[in-house]
Every structure is written in C-alpha cells, then in structure tokens.
C-alpha cells in the first residue's frame, strides 16, 4: 500500500505507482505478480486503503491485459490468478460501477474459456493443480460456466491418481509443493461441497494420503522440513491445511514419508533425505542432498539446509542446490547429484536444469532399540566418480537429548576400490578429500568449546547443545547462509565442518551432538 513491493526476493520501491508500469526485475517477480496472490494480504488487512488499492491494480491489470497477453496468460497463473478473483470478488467489486463489474466478470470468463483449452499444458504437478483449480472455481462460481465443471473434476481425479503416489508424495519430493496441493485440493472439496457437489472418492483418497506425509515432513517448530527447492511455509499455513481438510490425525507412515525418514523423542524432531532426488522434468529445482538432515528442538530449529536459493538469483538458486548447501558429506568440489553437462559442442543442452546423475543405490533401515530410535541410510553417489559409498548411521535417544552419528565414506567392493586406486593420483596420493557440515540457524550462537574440541550451541530458548567428535577429522566453525524466502538477502549464519580424507578405501567419522547436562528436561519458550 506504500509501495515497497516484495516479491520473490526482489523489493521494488514504487510509491504512487500501479506495479504494471514498474520495471520488472525478474521474470520470477513478474510471474508473481501476475498471479495475484498478493490479493490475500490486502483482503487479509480489509480496510478502505486495502480495498482500493487491490482495485486499482486489478483494473488497471484488466486494462492493460485482460484481452489474452502477458505474462500472466498461462494456465498456472491463470489458475492462481483466478481462484484468488473469485474468492476475493466481493473485496474487488464493492463501491465499484456497473461498467467496471461487467469489464471483471468479462475477463472472468475470458480467463476460463482460456483455462479450459490449455489447463493441460501446465507443467505436471502443482502447475497442473493451479490450473485445474482455478477451472473448477470458475465453473461453480460463473453463470455459463458450468459445463467445464465435469471435464475439470475429471482431470483432478486423474492427477490425485496418477501425480500422488500411494505414500502421499509427488514427484519432485518437495514437501512445500506438497503443502501447497494439500491446499488446493482441500479448498476445491470446501467449495465443491458449498456448491452442492460431492468430492470425488479419488479426491478424498488423495487428500487422505498426504495429510500423513505432510505431518511426518513437519518439525517439531511446526515448519515443513527445507528439501528439494521447498521451504519451511508460511507460518500456520500447515495446521490451517490440515484443519480445513477434515482429515483426521491418524498414524504417521511406516517407513519413509515420500523418501523422507522421521526420527523423533522428546522435544527433538530430526527429518533425513533418505532417498535419492528425482530426475527429468520433476528435478527443475531438486538438490543434490542425500542424507542431509534437518533437526529442531522444540520451537527452534538447530541443524538445516541453507535452503533454496531461487528467490535470490540464478547463481544463488545454483548453489543452493549443491551438496555443500545441505548438512551431510560431500566430496570437496563435487555434489552427489549432477545436473545435465553441455556436450562436445559446448551448447546447454535442453532440461539443463534437469538433475541427469543421481544416486543409483539409497538404502534405509530404521528400528528402535534400547537406547533410542536408530536410522541407518546410505547411498553410491560418488560411485561412479570416485569409487566411494557414503553411509550415514544415526541414534536419537529416548529422551531426545543425544544424537549420535557415524558417518563412513568406503570403497565397499572390488569394483569401487579399482575406481578409488586409479583416483589418487589426482590427490597425490594423500587420500580423497571430504568434508561433512552441519548448518546451523541463523538464531543458534555457537562458539569452539574445550580448547576447540567441540562446539557449543545455544539457543534463544536457553538450551545449550554440544557438538563432539572422534577426533579423527579437523574440527572448524565457518559461516554459512540461510536461504529464506521472503528476505532481500540471504541470511548469515554458521557452519560446522569436519574435514577429512578416505585412506586405505575408507574413513569412518563418529560425532555427537548432546544438551548440556545442566539443560532442564523441559524448557520455558515463549519468546522470539
């Protein structure tokens, strides 16, 4: 309403201005824009200022695009842009003239008829989800619209069959995307049944699927677990899904929640990649961050992944992908997973940003024991390059006070250790070089501890948490980032690196990360 203009990372300050006549600064910011979900905030605030200022930027919006060109004419921005019109039409048409209803309602039905000839060109996933939902809102809410209702809940029932796996997860193994068709398909059953219309069976199925998965992928703090390009979500918006689905609280899955490994005891929540990223068009935005985890004690985060970097440019959006960006091992210089190469000639080739070498073997056994829930993974990503197995053996206890790990990078076979012999001459026979991090929020303080044998780590809660190891790696504190979106810049934080090399096929490092034996078994935590 000033405005200061956020969207998808980049602040544009334009007071007195319409957002159309403003430079767009990134296609992303453009395509955000478009889509109109901006309109949630100022319906959110509700007042005359809110009012006009969403009315000023539709119309003006209706003038200048309303015909069919844009940025905005593709079915998931249209889909967005759609359900948020509808939904908010009463916040857009009031106090408006009889000439500025009739011009809505025309680019209304402008924008369905468009939806009904290319919602199948949306990319498979939540693009397709947008798509198809922005049609059944129109269908149900526009007179003449009608007929596209059937064709529209045909095609949801085909996606809840075919895009939602039977575990309750999607293809690109990004659990915000998830969150956000859980939303889309538990909005569609609210105004499906508001209309008078049973929800499908395959709709209810769908949406009995992933609400599981959804609470296995949520931390303690009650934000999603950051992989493959998703974030933590908007505050809340997790719980609001869940309870406006009707879906009971049930079970969490037995084994893995859409390739993701739960491990949790007390007020500690730790959430592991234990499967390998996808490949083709669903890893548009995957990262190489097998066996990386995540843990949360309590309402504060302590171990992440530095997160997805695409709200902060290209190269920010790279490297947010890459091993190194992720709190597990990787080979020094070189990511677990790779994206597709330019060839002989040097041109890109298309899908480019398609992972195309991923981990061809990921294992997991989990089990609980005598002294706490143990999880054993493991992966050959670095088969193939350097003749190494990564396998990560974790142990939270009981009480979810210690997290004990061993990580172990081998040649396991004949095979590998043919590969690892002919790879040393690169190192000078010294061994091959490798590093395991462990990103720490950017609101945890740490410091070396014990003349620099371990780390300490406090939180804003006042819990203190120790970090050990076997000594066996060279221990340092160096800083990282925090990829958050919603911020102009990424974040700085701290990282814990243990370095190390493989000689003789192999090098096991032990470590330990423990609340401080004067840390109270439960801790007041109330304030930010």
């Known amino acids: 309403m000033a405005g200061n203009i956020l969207l998808a990372g980049e602040l544009v300050e334009a007071p007195g201005l319409l957002p159309w006549d403003i430079a767009m600064p990134s296609s992303a910011f453009e395509g955000a824009l478009h889509g109109f979900r901006w309109l949630d905030d100022l319906a959110a605030i509700g007042t005359a200022d809110a009012r006009s200022t969403a009315q000023a930027w539709t119309w003006d919006w209706i003038d200048r695009f309303?015909?069919?060109?844009?940025a905005g004419w593709t079915p998931d921005r249209t889909g967005r842009r759609l359900i948020r019109w509808i939904s908010h039409a009463v916040l857009l048409l009031r106090g408006r003239p009889q000439a500025d209803s009739a011009a809505f309602f025309a680019v209304l039905g402008r924008q369905t008829l468009f939806l009904s000839r290319r919602w199948h060109a949306a990319a498979p996933g939540?693009?397709?989800?947008?798509?198809?939902?922005?049609?059944?809102?129109?269908?149900?809410?526009l007179e003449g619209m009608e007929r596209y209702i059937a064709p529209a809940l045909d095609a949801l029932d085909n996606d809840c069959a075919t895009q939602i796996d039977d575990q309750g997860g999607i293809a690109t193994r990004n659990p915000e995307?998830?969150?956000?068709?859980?939303a889309l398909l538990s909005w569609t059953a609210q105004v499906l049944t508001e209309a008078g219309h049973t929800p499908s069976q395959a709709h209810k199925n769908a949406l009995e699927r992933i609400a599981p998965t959804l609470r296995a992928l949520r931390h303690a703090d009650g934000g999603l677990a950051r992989f493959n390009g998703g974030g933590a979500g908007e505050e809340g918006r997790l719980d609001q899904a869940l309870a406006a689905s009707h879906v009971r609280p049930g079970l969490l899955p037995e084994g893995l929640a859409m390739g993701y490994a739960r491990l949790t005891a007390g007020r500690t929540s730790l959430i592991v990649d234990a499967a390998a990223p996808p490949t083709g068009p669903a890893s548009a935005n995957a990262h190489a961050g097998t066996l990386a985890f995540e843990l949360t004690s309590g309402r504060r985060p302590v171990i992440v992944n530095c997160g997805s970097g695409a709200a902060f440019g290209e190269t920010w959006r790279r490297a947010g992908r890459a091993t190194p960006s992720h709190s597990t091992l990787a080979i020094e210089g070189v990511s677990s997973s790779q994206l597709a190469l330019p060839d002989e000639t040097g041109?890109?080739?298309?899908?480019?940003?398609y992972l195309e070498t991923v981990p061809k073997h990921v294992t997991a056994?989990?089990?609980?024991?005598?002294?706490?829930w143990q999880l054993l993974v493991g992966h050959d990503g670095y088969g193939p390059s350097h003749g190494l197995t990564h396998v990560r053996n974790l142990l939270l206890s009981l009480d979810g006070r210690t997290l004990s790990g061993e990580d172990l990078l081998g040649a396991l076979d004949d095979t590998q250790k043919r590969k690892f012999d002919s790879e040393q001459p690169r190192h000078d026979m010294q061994g091959t070089p490798f590093i395991l991090r462990f990103h720490l929020h950017p609101e945890v303080d740490a410091i070396h501890d014990?003349?620099?044998?371990a780390i300490s780590i406090a939180l804003r809660s006042g819990e203190v948490w120790i970090f050990r190891h076997n000594g066996k790696a060279a221990l340092t504190l160096e800083p990282s980032v925090y990829l958050e979106p919603g911020r102009l810049k990424p974040r700085a934080c701290k990282q814990i690196v243990l370095r190390a090399r493989v000689t003789d096929y192999a090098m096991r490092i032990?470590?330990?990360?423990?609340?401080?034996?004067?840390t109270p078994q439960a801790v007041r935590d109330v304030e930010d």
């Open 66 to 70: 309303g015909k069919g060109k844009g």
């Open 126 to 141: 939540l693009p397709r989800f947008e798509a198809v939902t922005g049609l059944i809102y129109a269908g149900l809410s």
């Open 177 to 182: 995307d998830l969150l956000e068709v859980f």
């Open 347 to 353: 041109a890109v080739p298309k899908g480019s940003d």
């Open 365 to 372: 056994q989990s089990k609980r024991t005598s002294r706490g």
């Open 450 to 453: 014990m003349n620099g044998t």
């Open 510 to 518: 032990v470590w330990t990360l423990a609340k401080a034996q004067d």
